[in-house]
């Protein structure tokens, strides 16, 4: 099961569904530009080799203290699914990547103040059975989940995915790529299942 109260903790080896959404529901992204810059600076922060600014100063590097294991990108808000090995290197990573972007946003949209409702949140993950189904949460976020271009699911197809996304830790959870597809649409099936038998049911009053 999910923690509610976790900002308070803070955890070594366990994983953190994440997520943050924009000031007063205000998209985040405007364009694929902007998709692209979050992209990269996910990159930046956790691929194998650190990343130089233009002056030769390393940003944070947190490869191997942190792995993102999904994502999804929407317009107003994200969804990041992180196994955090060290303690504080969660908190080390959030810091860098929303101030970066915030930054970003606000230089190219010639405004001020906070991009995000809040710092962020978290939920931490304890339960394997609740860890399948954050996933399918996070990837499922999208109408259109199977050609989402903002999402890791994607990657969970292909063999070539960015290093910066360790899918490992799931994918060992499911026989093979086709099973965890089949627990996706499984969730289709469900609901179409609840949505028939709710309108099917005689009304009171």
């Avoid at 903790?9 to 994440?18: A, G, K, M, N, S």
């Avoid at 090995?85 to 946003?105: H, P």
């Avoid at 606000?106 to 996933?135: C, D, P, W």
């Avoid at 999208?142 to 903002?150: A, L, R, V």
Wanted: hydrophobic share 35%; charged share 25%; aromatic share 18%.
């Amino acid at each position: 099961m999910p923690s509610r109260n976790v900002l308070k903790l803070d955890i070594p080896e366990t994983f953190y569904h994440v997520y943050a959404r924009g000031i007063s529901r205000g998209r985040i992204y405007m364009n694929d530009e902007d998709y692209k810059y979050f992209l990269l600076l996910l990159a930046r922060y956790l691929s194998i080799e650190p990343s130089k600014d233009r002056n030769g100063v390393t940003y944070p590097h947190l490869f191997g203290r942190v792995e993102l294991v999904c994502y999804c990108l929407m317009p107003n808000h994200f969804h990041l699914l992180i196994y955090q090995q060290d303690a504080g290197a969660m908190k080390a990573f959030m810091q860098s990547l929303m101030t970066s972007y915030s930054r970003y946003f606000n230089k190219k949209y010639k405004r001020s103040g906070s991009l995000f409702e809040s710092r962020y949140k978290a939920s931490m993950v304890i339960q394997e059975k609740y860890l399948q189904h954050i996933t399918r949460y996070i990837h499922m976020n999208p109408k259109y989940w199977k050609t989402f271009q903002y999402s890791s699911l994607q990657y969970y197809f292909s063999a070539e995915a960015p290093e910066f996304l360790v899918a490992d830790r799931i994918e060992a959870l499911f026989k093979g790529r086709q099973e965890y597809l089949a627990f996706l649409e499984e969730y289709i099936e469900q609901k179409k299942l609840v949505d028939s038998t709710k309108y099917a049911l005689p009304e009171f009053y």
